[in-house]
């Protein structure tokens, strides 16, 4: 609980730090400065619902791009809804991906918020971050670096990135798994390189790397295994990785159209495959309709079955999350976005905005459907 | 998988030799909005496919450090 506390102090302090500090940055010789708040919402068919809010800053010190993003995610995981003492209701609860105490009534909905702060500065290609995420049961911090290029005539960008990022994980109370303390590091590094092939043809190539060590599975969730509610339990280390291309195409009738791949892969087994496209359309001159599908498929872990029959599960490992199975999946959606011109000058703000607003829908083959919905607004001062 | 290696370092190579020059005052299509990719849009997607896939990536960005997936 004083942890929790403590890492609250520290994002309120980064924030009001932040705020305080525009005034005289602006004095030390600020300039483009531009504000972004997004809100997006979540709902899926299991009844969580997710209410996002993103709230970007950016603005330049001489050579310096700074920049500022302030995250807070207000997630609802719903009641069980099974007569208690009924068998649904002990799977339903047993298989539950939230805590189960005398705090947290199954039969009542269990809400929790998760605040984040990234930062960044950017020097002639250089550039530094730092990140910090704080929710009642999960600290998280991480480091970032990367140097981007261009080369031949910039008609070629080379990036290279990494991070580290150290989560200390403090688990609530929970009636009947495990609630120690854990922690988990990912390292991770990526390679990108983005090609001008024509006037009118870009293409982007990249391979990124993952390896993330310490508690990987959900603390709260448990497993019939061999007849037996056991906890759930995943390997400790996994080493993810993947490769990307994305082909973007300006197309004369004011559209362009964006295709992208990526495959992936980790040493669970887990191997996927994602494609997908985006047509964008100029419907005027400041209002642009973008349609878009993805389709994704994966294979499971080895150590995923849909019933563990054998004690101890496969090697030792057992787990209750249907993400780990094989399943194919289909997003789908639409997004509109206007440019506001001088329009805001009406209300007093001399500045160029644009307005977003996206709907999108998810399907995957377990009967899982989720809605998604975004809106935001960006002003470049 | 390894064949789809080979295609990546394929297209890796391609890009790395430069497929054509386009000079900056032949970039007005490519300069259009339309054209660019949201890395901050890509990220949002990101955090929330996490928490409903078992794999990750894609969008150019750092890992780790987030407990919603």
């Known amino acids: ?167 200390h994980i403090e688990p609530l109370a929970d009636n009947d798994t495990q609630n120690a303390p854990d922690y988990r590091r990912t390292v991770h590094g990526n390679v990108i390189a983005t090609q001008v092939l024509t006037r009118s043809t870009t293409l982007r190539v990249g391979t990124e790397f993952n390896k993330v060590e310490g508690l990987q599975h959900d603390p709260y969730r448990n497993v019939y295994v061999a007849g037996t509610n056991v906890p759930e339990n995943h390997p400790t280390e996994r080493l993810r ?12 009738n004011r559209s362009s159209l964006n295709i992208d791949y990526r495959y992936y892969g980790d040493d669970w087994g887990v191997s996927s495959h994602a494609a997908g496209i985006k047509l964008n359309q100029y419907v005027t001159e400041r209002l642009v309709f973008r349609y878009r599908y993805r389709y994704y498929t994966q294979a499971g872990a080895t150590f995923y079955r849909d019933d563990y029959t054998a004690p101890g599960g496969v090697h030792g490992y057992m787990t209750g999350d249907y993400r780990l199975g094989d399943f194919g999946a289909h997003l789908f959606g639409g997004r509109v976005s206007w440019n506001t011109g001088q329009w805001l000058r009406r209300i007093g703000v001399a500045a160029p905005a644009q307005l977003m607003f996206s709907y999108e829908r998810y399907f995957n083959s377990n009967n899982f459907s989720a809605t998604i919905v975004e809106t935001g607004l960006s002003i470049a001062f | 998988m390894k064949k789809l290696r080979w295609l990546w370092v394929l297209g890796m190579a391609q890009v790395l030799m430069g497929c054509a020059t386009v000079k900056p005052y032949e970039k007005e299509n490519l300069a259009d909005p339309i054209m660019s990719i949201s890395s901050a849009e890509a990220l949002r997607e990101l955090k929330w496919l996490e928490a409903r896939e078992g794999s990750t990536g894609g969008a150019g960005g750092a890992g780790g450090g987030c407990a919603c997936k």
Not at chain 1, 241 to 252: G, K, L, P, T
């Open chain 1, 1 to 167: 609980m004083r942890l929790q506390v403590t890492h609250k102090g520290l994002c309120a302090g980064m924030v009001a730090a932040s705020v305080a500090a525009l005034p005289a940055v602006g004095h030390a010789g600020l300039s483009d400065p531009a504000v972004s708040y997004t809100f997006s919402h979540y709902a899926d068919v299991h009844g969580v619902a997710v209410r996002g809010q993103y709230v970007t800053a950016s603005a330049r010190l001489k050579d310096i791009g700074l920049s500022l993003q302030w995250v807070n995610d207000h997630v609802v995981f719903p009641a069980i809804d099974a007569p208690p003492g009924s068998q649904e209701a002990v799977d339903a609860i047993t298989t539950a991906s939230r805590p189960i105490s005398a705090n947290a009534n199954p039969y009542e909905d269990y809400v929790k918020t998760r605040n984040s702060i990234e930062t960044s500065a950017n020097y002639h290609g250089y550039t530094l971050g730092y990140y910090v995420s704080v929710e009642s049961d999960y600290f998280a911090q991480m480091v970032s670096f990367g140097y981007n290029h261009d080369v031949l005539g910039d008609n070629l960008n080379l990036s290279f990135g990494g991070s580290y990022s150290w989560d």
């Open chain 1, 241 to 252: 990785h993947d490769v990307f291309a994305d082909v973007n195409q300006y197309i004369n």
